[in-house]
């Protein structure tokens, strides 16, 4: 192994490839990778931070609700979803994972129709095993877990990966999760996206731990912590998670190291709470400038390519948004269908109920707010 | 007296209570500068300081326990959930420990604690924003669950929840947070718990409802007067869910004769059973109808597309009252 257990938690030790300006400094730690991965990579990326301002402004006009944005953090999550096969592995999200999500092979057209409030959104297409959004923070390590257990108990040979934040970490479950992953030594890699703030609260109100991967120590899971901003670097040490994990050596904890850039939802405002030195400091760390440094310097990327990148991808958004615009209701069925397997006497008698009050007094479904 | 909201109700019984009593702390999930995701306790880190408004690392199974703690060794904690659905990790303590303190240790030790969340449907948020789970507490021996609708009594049962020597839960409708203003007396007073709050008096039907829904109610009991003009109809703020005013509920009917409860939870199991039992054991031979419930469906609540259809609205509050008060027998 060329990364876990070469880097030490409890030094603080972190894995880094390329420095800020795109530069490789640490060559002996690149991954092996083709030119056309890193560029497909960069796409996601690029698509995520575009569809994520482009969401923003849709919030703004009322036309979305609140969501979460991954815009800093798109380099970790592009890196550890390209290393899992989306048919055979399984990823566990949180709510802040749309470049996750979108390289598992979600469409946009789904994240925005459920940020417009459609859980149709939250189905993932055929072959796309990844989980809907997970709002209520730390229960998806546990359900990871319990994946990953069926896998290995079935003798299937699938991997789940799982992520939550710094804050996240706090939350109980995520250490009784890992505790029990590691007594069955089941085929999870749990992912912390360490972006240094829980809505308003800090990292360091959080944890006094030197970093969050020390907190899988004490479960005897191997942990390592990566530069989340540094693609290289995020997928070489992803990839390898994901192999250790899938050949059996149990489960292992990647804290990437990464910054939100963004506000934690689009209803709040970080100026209140967060120094803006400290916001400035990291914006030069921010993941895509870094890639397309690399890329370019490298000879595969150019400025043209860029803004033809660009023209697609928002062309690609908004007409995808359009769609959402004029297909985001539903039929009150819909509420009453996913219930159980079968609708019980009751809820017939309550959907008849429902849809002859509907029928008289369509207007009122709006309850006055749209 | 200041005029002010829900959110500045909230704020100023803290402020009150803190300034009173130095034992008196908050903290939670962003409570401390920011003042929690809805700013109720904003300012007072700045007044009190650090160490008695704090945010709290993300685990609400602790806050419940670490409150309980502190309560029995003499503090008076105020704990904040951020959302009502997003503190069920802290259930756990809510029932086993929390409720059961008195009781076990025989009144050696006990729970004076105080835990706020916000609660109920209509803001357009995201999964787990939108639970009305008032019938979950309200089920659970030992503790007491108080939903105030208004400024005036938000203000006077939360002082009234700090200075309870028992355990209280206080949900607070987020809808109605920022939804209107009420004049509020300034400095200390309390609403007491168990008493119900009468709206508008009547002879033909009594509605019993709380927390957002008193706003259905009441704009219903105005829409009603075009198709019933001389329907007169008594309006019942519950403001406490458990104990709750028997006593005015069941006066009421007995004068009426015919009650609708109306809550936005989901039908079955609900507070509106409870009331519609408890008013049939009581008021039977004075009943000229029904007795008759208003309440979301059994569904999971949906996300924001289909959340029209499951909250309880001024028009179904009406289709009610119409089927209460035509009912022949
Ligand atoms: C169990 C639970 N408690 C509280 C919340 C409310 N909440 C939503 S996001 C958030 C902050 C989470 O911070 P972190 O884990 O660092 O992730 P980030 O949002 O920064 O990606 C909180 C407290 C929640 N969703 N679930």
């Known amino acids: 192994m060329k990364y876990i257990g070469k880097f030490d938690p409890q030094k603080d030790e972190i894995v880094r490839v390329m420095d800020k300006d795109g530069k490789i400094v640490n060559p002996k730690l690149a991954p092996t990778i083709s030119d056309e991965e890193v560029i497909k990579a960069y796409s996601i990326m690029n698509l995520s931070r575009r569809q994520d301002d482009y969401q923003n402004k849709m919030q703004r006009q009322g036309r979305l609700l ?62 796309v095993n990844s989980l809907p959004p997970n709002i209520i923070i730390g229960s998806q390590y546990s359900q990871a877990t319990g994946i990953a257990f069926s896998e290995k108990y079935q003798g299937k040979k699938g991997v789940a990966v799982t992520t939550t934040g710094d804050g996240g970490m706090s939350e109980g479950e995520t250490y009784e999760a890992m505790n ?15 972006n240094k703030w ?94 397309k440094a690399y890329m370019i310097a490298k000879g595969i990327w150019s400025e043209e390519k860029q803004t033809a990148l660009n023209e697609e991808q928002d062309k690609h958004i908004a007409s995808e948004f359009a769609w959402v615009e004029q297909n985001k209701n539903y039929p009150i069925e819909d509420i009453f269908n996913y219930q159980y397997a079968e609708l019980t006497e009751d809820l017939k008698d309550q959907l008849a109920e429902a849809k002859e009050f509907f029928a008289k007094y369509p207007e009122t479904k709006d309850g006055g707010h749209h | 007296m200041a005029v002010i909201n829900n959110i500045k109700a909230v704020t100023e019984a803290l402020d ?56 029995m060794n003499g503090m008076k904690p105020v704990v904040e959930l951020q959302f009502q659905g997003l503190g069920l990790p802290a259930l756990q303590n809510v029932i086993a420990n929390i409720s059961r303190m008195r009781n076990r240790s025989r009144g050696k030790w ?57 355990p209280i839960i206080v949900l607070e409708p987020t809808k109605l947070y920022r939804a209107f203003k ?68 069941i ?56 959340e029209g259809y499951h909250q309880v609205n001024p028009q179904k509050v009406v289709e009610a009252i119409k089927k209460v008060l035509d009912y022949k027998f």
Not at chain 1, 66 to 95: H, N, R, W
Not at chain 1, 100 to 120: C, D, H, K, V
Not at chain 1, 276 to 287: C, I, N
Not at chain 2, 145 to 159: A, E, Q, R
């Open chain 1, 66 to 127: 609140s969501f979460l944005s991954s815009t800093g953090q798109e380099a970790c999550e592009v890196a550890y979803t390209m290393v899992i096969d989306p048919k055979k592995d399984f990823f566990v999200s949180g709510y802040r994972n749309n470049a996750a999500w979108l390289t598992m092979g979600q469409s946009i057209r789904n994240i925005m129709l459920y940020w417009a409030g459609n859980e149709a959104g939250a189905k993932a297409p055929d072959g």
């Open chain 1, 180 to 194: 029990f992953a590691k007594l069955h030594e089941v085929p999870v890699v749990f992912i912390c996206e360490n």
């Open chain 1, 198 to 291: 829980a809505i308003s609260t800090p990292t360091v109100q959080q944890t006094k731990s030197l970093n969050i991967a020390i907190k899988a120590i004490a479960t005897g899971i191997p942990s390592i912590k990566v530069d989340g901003n540094d693609f290289l670097a995020s997928y070489a040490v992803a990839k390898e998670a994901v192999e250790f994990a899938r050949s059996g050596n149990g489960p292992v904890l990647i804290e990437f190291d990464t910054y939100r850039l963004g506000a934690h939802s689009s209803s709040d405002a970080p100026d209140v709470y967060r120094p803006k030195s400290e916001f400035e400091d990291r914006v030069p760390y921010e993941p895509l400038v870094r890639l």
């Open chain 2, 16 to 71: 009150v209570a803190m300034g009173l009593d130095k034992n008196v702390i908050v903290f939670g999930e962003d409570v401390g500068l920011e003042g929690g995701v809805f700013r109720a306790t904003q300012g007072l880190q700045q007044k009190y300081g650090i160490e008695r408004s704090f945010n709290a690392p993300i685990s609400e199974a602790m806050f419940a326990g670490v409150g309980l703690g502190m309560a």
């Open chain 2, 110 to 166: 006990t729970a004076p604690m105080v835990i706020r969340m916000p609660m109920g449907g209509g803001i357009r948020a995201l999964e787990h924003h939108s639970e009305a789970l008032e019938a979950i507490f309200a089920h659970i021996p030992g503790i007491k669950t108080v939903m105030p609708s208004t400024p005036y009594d938000t203000k006077g049962l939360i002082l009234a929840a700090i200075e309870s020597p028992d």
């Open chain 2, 182 to 249: 009420q004049e509020v007396p300034d400095g200390y007073y309390t609403v007491p718990i168990g008493k119900g709050y009468k709206i508008q008096e009547g002879n033909d039907l009594t509605i019993v409802t709380y927390g957002a829904q008193t706003v259905d109610c009441m704009k219903a009991v105005e829409m009603i007067k075009s198709t019933h003009p001389t329907a007169s109809i008594e309006l019942i703020d519950l403001r406490s869910i458990q104990p709750w005013d028997k006593k005015m509920v």
């Open chain 2, 251 to 306: 006066e009421s009917v007995k004068k009426t004769g015919r009650l609708l409860v109306v809550s936005e939870a989901v039908r079955s199991f609900g507070v509106p059973a409870e009331i519609i039992a408890t008013v049939n054991e009581n008021c039977f031979d004075s009943l000229k109808a029904p007795l008759a419930r208003c309440t979301g469906y059994d569904v999971v609540i949906p996300y924001d597309r289909g």
